[in-house]
């Protein structure tokens, strides 16, 4: 699957995604550049004053993994370590 194929399979399941409490969400990683064969790494923002759960967290994960087949790990942006920084603007791709 491209990343043009995952991010609209995402976008098609946007509403669900943020009913869980996600205000923007990003790609990261190697599937926000060229490389095809890895696993889908997800950067979410969480809408201020919202209750948000690790259940919500894998919830996120698996919608993302119905919709496009593909394994997929999320993290909360807030819960990212300072060091934390993609490298480059090919790093990141804001979904919505």
Do not use: C, W
């Not at 995402?10 to 926000?32: F, P």
Request: overall charge negative; proline content about 3%.
């Amino acid at each position: 699957m491209t990343r043009d194929e995952i991010i609209a399979a995402i976008r098609e399941n946007a509403d669900a995604i943020k009913g869980k409490g996600v205000s923007k969400l990003a790609i990261v990683g190697s599937r926000a550049g060229k490389d095809y064969d890895s696993d889908i790494d997800i950067l979410l923002e969480i809408e201020p004053d919202t209750s948000f759960s690790l259940l919500k967290l894998i919830d996120i994960e698996n919608i993302i993994e119905d919709a496009t087949g593909l394994q997929t790990q999320a993290t909360v942006r807030r819960s990212t370590s300072p060091r934390f920084a993609p490298h480059s603007a090919d790093d990141i791709v804001e979904i919505f």
